[in-house]
């Protein structure tokens, strides 16, 4: 999660949902993310976006999560809490 974290902050915006959108990643489909990456540190960051999606610090668009193989890796996991 860190990582990805590292990596928001780059850009401009004052949360990381912010930083998420006008870093272009949500409109970048499988390429978010820094340029690159192996498979493995692709993987790893990917791993932390998906903690980020769970606790709803980056809300990603249906088009997105659509066109992403997170999709079924989210369903996997226990649904948030409201609250």
């Known amino acids: 999660m860190a990582r990805v974290l590292d990596w928001l902050s780059q850009f401009p915006g004052d ?48 088009a997105w999560l659509c066109g992403s193989r997170l999709l079924g890796g989210l369903r996997r996991l226990p649904a948030a809490q409201p609250g």
């Open 15 to 62: 949360s990381w949902q912010e930083h998420w959108l006008l870093g272009g990643s949500d409109t970048a489909g499988k390429q978010w993310g820094p340029p690159g990456l192996t498979q493995s540190q692709r993987c790893r960051l990917t791993a932390g976006l998906s903690t980020l999606i769970v606790r709803r610090a980056v809300r990603r668009s249906y």
